[in-house]
């Protein structure tokens, strides 16, 4: 074949699988053979390999990945991605409707469809074809992850018809299908890695993994719910999934009731019980239905709040609970000592996943429940991944075979005594220097994601180099060598170099985050913050007295204590010498301190969207000016900052309580920037 012909047969092939592959993965109608496909891709990866001049940037051969992105680039959104607030019964729905008809005179149709459980997109596409996907991060800015999106066989690269619009945004949600899921379990399991918990999160982790072609294999989809742009041919959002469909992208259909129009709100309950009973036959998660008004220009009328459009809300649904056998109980030890009970039960099918473990929170809990083993248990799964023992089938109980459960009175992991403090539900161990989860505990919340972030050193790593013997304390993470790392499994010299380095680039970590590292208990990401604003080197924290430690606003005296304590600890004393010795950041960097005490006295109310810094970088700035920050307006507010986007009900409000709203120039004026 010449190149001219190379080149017509190539361009040909990437239509016809752009075809078929929109009849697989959207319409789930094939018409070919999976071979016929397969054979079809096969010829093009060849042509390409041999003619990779002619190769387009958007063929088909691009699903299955191979581009590695080293850092997703932080991009602004051209429309910010809002949320939705949530209701959970119908009397909120009635309420909803009701504000609703006071601003429309004219009839509401709703349109109800579901809410996926996934993670959303934003992906622009440029003269039909697919240009960039950006993640929501803070729904300001998000990152670019076109490379993985572009894997995901729902979403086209090139759209289909020669009408097209020049450029135009669609959102949608990725999810991860319950059977791709399991299937990447099951793999996980076969090869001795840990599995993964839940659908969502794994989405969410997969699609920030560097290598796309990781992603392709995962089988991710994709359910598009917006079509964003100028001048666009609909006026209803029933025309918009018509419209988003004909271009080639998966929307929901009547046909399969995943979409409705109502008129009422009897006909939204309606569809709301329906999928609130059949939710649990979808292949994928769902955790609610959205309800929006289907009409643009009313949607326009409407407007939004600060944080989510006025009119759609989320009807979410009750957390899915099933019954099973309590198996036995086991217990956990926290880095920080505390005893986490868990409940050993009988595999169970719930929200999509097999449930093997549950928590069983503390000792009150077990004893409020009288749990016994083999009881029949409901097991429910709520936002948070871990799903709980909620309730025991008293009736099915065989009282005579049960005893009812003790709870421990010694560490299951080093023999020491528990202790539960006063008014405290958790039993701790004391042995902090002793307790091997605790040791490694303390080091893995060290090397954490928002402690120290240290690339290339994970969970596991730290359990291994602690059985190895080479660390017991996160100051010895910094004395590794590369003679020491070498030999052992699973670090060949590309990894110990990356450990190295990830150790080196910590030490740039800013004190408020090192101080959050150190795990000093009841100090979290915020307390960390203040503590480090308000005593700006770790000298002066550790010479602290109770009594300035909650003069800090909203250290409180258990904090206090607790700060106090750790640094009475000989031990904690010579760690923080060495991390410091070896050149970790004790003190708070120049622009992390006290400026001015210009707003001393200033409350502030910060609202909508801000051109030229962060709401984050805002905050701290009013903070520095010696101002203070606060969620909602109230007659104590002195000043509102306000944004684009702000709503008209805190508008109102600070005006019903003559409270200056202020702009982002405004308030730079005011601290003289
Ligand atoms: S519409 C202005 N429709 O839920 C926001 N969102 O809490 C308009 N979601 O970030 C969103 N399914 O990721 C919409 N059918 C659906 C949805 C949906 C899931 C997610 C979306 C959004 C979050 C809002």
Known sequence: ???????????????????????????????????????????????????????????????????????????????????????????EVVDWEARIKKTLEDEVVYACELKYDGVAIGCTYRNGRLVQALTRGDGTTGENISTNVKTIRSVPL???????????????????????????????EEQGEPVFANPRNTASG???????????????????????????????HEENFEYARKLGFKVPSRADKMFTLCRNIDEIMEFVAYWDQHRTSLPFAIDGVVIKVNDYRQ???????????????????????????????????????AITPVAKLRPVLLAGTVVKRASLHNADQIAKLDLRIGDRVFVEKGGEIIPKVVGVDLDGRKEIETIPLEYITHCPECGTELVRNEGEAQHFCP????????????????IGRKA???????EETIEQLYSAGLISNPADLYGLTKEQLLPLERMATKSVENLLAGLEASKEVPYERVLFALGIRYVGETVARKLARAFPDVDKLKEASIEQLVEVNEIGERIAQSVVEYFGNEQ????????????????????????????????????????KHSRDKLKQMIEQHGGKNVGSISAKTTHVLAGDNMGPAKRNKAADLGIPLISENEFLEMIGE
């Open 1 to 91: 074949m010449g190149p001219d012909e190379a080149q017509q047969r190539m361009a040909e092939l990437a239509k016809e699988i752009h075809y078929h592959n929109h009849r697989y993965y959207v319409l789930s109608n094939p018409e070919i053979s999976d071979f016929e496909f397969d054979m079809m891709l096969r010829e093009l990866q060849d042509l390409e390999a041999q003619y990779p001049l002619f190769a387009d940037p958007d063929s088909p051969t691009k699903r299955v990945g191979g581009d590695i992105t080293h850092k997703f680039e932080k991009v602004k959104h051209r429309w910010p991605m809002m949320s939705l607030s949530n209701t959970y019964s119908k009397e």
């Open 158 to 188: 090139v759209l289909k018809g020669d009408d097209v619009p020049e450029e135009f945004e669609v959102r949608g949600e990725i999810y991860f299908p319950f059977d791709a899921f399991e299937a990447l379990n099951a793999r996980r």
């Open 206 to 236: 997969t699609l920030k993994l560097q290598d796309s072609s990781v992603v392709a294999e995962r089988g991710l989809d994709c359910f598009m719910y917006q079509v964003l742009g100028e001048r666009l041919p609909f006026q209803t």
């Open 299 to 337: 949607q326009e009328e409407l407007g939004f709040t600060a944080k989510s459009p006025r009119w759609a809300i989320a009807y979410k649904f009750k957390a899915e609970k099933v019954p099973t056998i309590l198996e036995d109980v086991l217990y956990q030890v926290g880095r920080t000592g």
């Open 431 to 446: 042995n902090a220097e002793g307790c091997p989860p605790q040791i490694v505990g303390r080091m893995q919340h060290f």
């Open 452 to 458: 120290m972030n240290i690339e290339g050193l994970g």
């Open 572 to 611: 904690n004393l010579q760690m923080v010498r060495r991390l410091r010795e070896k050149g970790l950041n004790f003190e708070s960097a120049e622009d992390a301190l006290p400026v001015s005490e210009k707003l001393k006295g200033t409350t502030f109310v910060i609202s909508g969207v801000f051109q």
